[in-house]
């Protein structure tokens, strides 16, 4: 279970999400990324933004990242800064949504739960 928005970053500088999923493999299925390599050759890095204070700040500052596991490569190393912001675009994009139509995240006490463990 992710923690709260999942990305996942292309070698080919996209960010890839889904409104009502967190999970990276899903990502990764909806959108047929390749995710058959590991390491420096790799094309995808998977990252997990979640929230220290409030589920929907538009503010940086509340929030905390988490990039991919193991190895990063390179190519996302050196635009790291770049892409981290990119998804925060994406983030802030969709909490503005989900303000505007007063969306109800029916797993919120699950998130919270998480995060408190």
Same mark, same amino acid.
């Given at each position: 279970m $992710?923690?709260? !928005?999942?990305f996942?970053?292309? #070698? ?6 889904? =409104?009502d999923?967190?999970?990276? %493999?899903?990502?990764?299925e909806?959108y ?18 979640y ?5 929907? $700040?538009t503010? !940086?500052?509340?929030?905390?990242? #988490? ?6 490569? =390179?190519?996302?190393?050196?635009? %790291?800064?770049r892409?981290?912001?990119s998804?925060f ?22 998130y ?6």
């Amino acid at each position: 279970m $992710s923690q709260f !928005k999942g990305f996942v970053v292309t #070698k080919g500088k996209k960010v890839f999400m889904l =409104e009502d999923n967190d999970l990276h %493999e899903d990502i990764i299925e909806y959108y047929n990324l390749d995710d058959t390599k590991i390491g420096e050759l790799s094309k995808i890095v998977r990252l997990m933004i979640y929230p220290t204070t409030y589920f929907f $700040s538009t503010s !940086k500052r509340n929030w905390k990242i #988490k990039i991919g596991e193991g190895e990063i490569p =390179e190519w996302f190393r050196n635009r %790291e800064d770049r892409f981290v912001d990119s998804c925060f675009i994406e983030l802030f994009r969709l909490i503005r949504k989900w303000k505007k139509r007063k969306k109800k995240i029916t797993c919120i006490k699950e998130y919270v739960t998480e995060f408190i463990k």
